[in-house]
């Protein structure tokens, strides 16, 4: 029978919140995927990830933990906490390797699902996350954000000066506008975008050391990928960019990793 001339039928009706859902199936795919590089079932392709991007900064989280003292790790907005696995698939190419059970993996996250995933996920890990922003969890740890889980949230630069004043160091990539900008998106979720003059305030209040690197400017729209901690960081994480980069194993992702991008300090003319 020609497709065109079967009757169709509702299979299904979904309903409550359906970002969560969609969100669930895209971060467990990326999961398996990573699993299945990191016991060699499978050899890494770019389309066994939804976003390649994730791979850079999470290779710049691997090499915080790797050198933190407290071996302490928060992320603002965890959604299924997949760094992990990301941390599991780094550990193949390096000598020194995280150690996850040294490790305390803490968080926010507004979905119920993600945390109910997360608390049952990695039972065998230690792992404490929450609803709500917690000092106690992010007090002295190597913290995380993507830019667009910041940008969701209106207060992000209240929360980003927490997070810089309390946290031995991390990473996050912002977006900013000369004036604050609210952006609606298909979705119905808003974005927050800060002011450049709102980050500059923030940078010069600040006892923390700034770096960034691949900045880029579309029009009013300034991007950046900063890292934060204390002096001198922007050259320990550099030489290890670099040392990696000399590895001469036949690394598929290498590409993915933005090994040629160096940090530099981050100074007010940047903004312009």
Do not use: W
Not at 84 to 89: D, L, S, T
Not at 150 to 178: A, M, P, T, V
Not at 225 to 236: N, S
Request: positive net charge; charged residues 30%; glycine residues 4%.
């Amino acid at each position: 029978m020609e497709l065109s001339l079967q009757k169709k039928k509702l299979y299904e009706t979904l309903s409550s919140d359906l970002y969560d859902t969609y969100m669930l199936g895209r971060y467990f795919k990326d999961i398996y995927n990573l699993d299945k590089v990191v016991k060699k079932r499978v050899s890494f392709k770019k389309k066994l990830l939804h976003d390649c991007k994730d791979l850079k900064f999470n290779f710049i989280n691997y090499l915080l933990i790797l050198r933190s003292k407290k071996k302490k790790f928060y992320e603002f907005g965890f959604t299924l906490y997949e760094k992990i696995f990301y941390f599991a698939f780094f550990n193949k190419f390096f000598s020194k390797k995280c150690n996850f059970k040294k490790i305390q993996f803490n968080g926010n996250e507004i979905s119920d699902q993600f945390i109910f995933f997360c608390q049952n996920f990695y039972k065998e890990l230690s792992l404490n996350v929450s609803k709500n922003i917690k000092k106690s969890l992010f007090l002295n740890s190597v913290f995380f954000s993507k830019g667009v889980t910041l940008l969701y949230e209106k207060k992000n630069i209240k929360y980003l000066r927490k997070f810089i004043k309390n946290c031995e160091s991390g990473s996050f990539d912002i977006s900013l506008y000369s004036q604050k900008k609210i952006v609606i998106l298909e979705t119905g979720y808003k974005l927050y975008f800060p002011s450049k003059i709102e980050f500059i305030d923030l940078i010069k209040n600040s006892k923390k050391k700034f770096y960034y690197r691949n900045k880029k400017k579309l029009g009013d729209k300034l991007y950046l990928e900063v890292l934060f901690g204390k002096k001198g960081l922007d050259k320990e994480i550099n030489n290890q960019l670099l040392n990696f980069k000399k590895n001469k194993k036949n690394i598929s992702f290498r590409n993915f990793l933005s090994l040629d991008s160096k940090f530099e300090e981050l100074k007010i003319s940047h903004f312009r």
